[in-house]
């Protein structure tokens, strides 16, 4: 789409991803990935590669593949209490507060592959609103790439997929959202090789408006 020519998307309700969507906490997840690769011989840049939008387990399942699940939920145990005490340079995305202020009163939930102490963490650390509505990991029985989790979010705030526009920054939430049959604004520098429908650099270039008939209006600012 042309610079000039805002791209814009009309929704209902918003589905918003918190690891590199509203939080940046690449340093921390960076940190923890590259420890549990030197433990398991494998390449740090590779398993960085497969890490973000998907639950630790579902990571460990593509990279280990003939090990038993069992060990990977265990496995991710661990990588959780890592990540929850390591709040290291987490901080928010940038114009994340601004847009979590301009959603307030609007329809909206956080889904996220993240468990509820992680997300209560990150979001503190990062001064951000939680939203009341929440998928978090111990709400799905499958990780993003699978859209359980982002149907669930539409669910609990009672709007159609099709009236739902998801918000998101790695290839796993882009397809979950694809595949719950959503609209998908890309966040930040990984969502843009996805194709989601709209994409920003940030939460900055993103305005949000209401029409008196309850639907939101979001607009990509070059």
Not at 64 to 93: I, K, Q, S, Y
Not at 151 to 170: H, M, N, Q, R, T
Not at 204 to 213: G, K, Q, S
């Amino acid at each position: 789409m042309h610079a000039s020519t805002p791209a814009t998307l009309t929704a209902r309700a918003l589905l918003l991803d918190m690891d590199g969507t509203l939080v940046n906490s690449d340093s921390v997840v960076e940190r923890c990935w590259r420890r549990w690769a030197d433990r398991h011989g494998l390449d740090p840049d590779e398993v960085l590669k497969v890490v973000h939008g998907r639950q630790g387990y579902a990571t460990m399942a593509v990279l280990l593949p003939d090990r038993p699940m069992a060990e990977n939920h265990a496995d991710n145990r661990v990588m959780l209490a890592e990540e929850t005490a390591d709040l290291d340079g987490v901080v928010p995305v940038p114009g994340a507060p601004a847009f979590l202020a301009a959603i307030a009163d609007l329809p909206h939930a956080l889904v996220t592959s993240a468990d509820e102490a992680l997300t209560q963490a990150r979001m503190g650390a990062a001064a951000l609103p939680v939203p009341e509505t929440r998928v978090t990991a111990e709400s799905v029985g499958a990780s993003k790439p699978d859209p359980e989790g982002f149907l669930k979010g539409a669910a609990a705030l009672g709007f159609a997929p099709a009236d739902c526009v998801v918000f998101e920054d790695s290839e796993a939430g882009i397809r979950a959202g694809r595949a719950a049959g959503m609209r998908v604004v890309g966040v930040g520098p990984r969502a843009a090789a996805f194709a989601p429908d709209v994409h920003v650099a940030d939460l900055t270039r993103l305005r949000v408006e209401r029409a008196e008939d309850g639907s939101i209006t979001l607009t990509a600012l070059p």
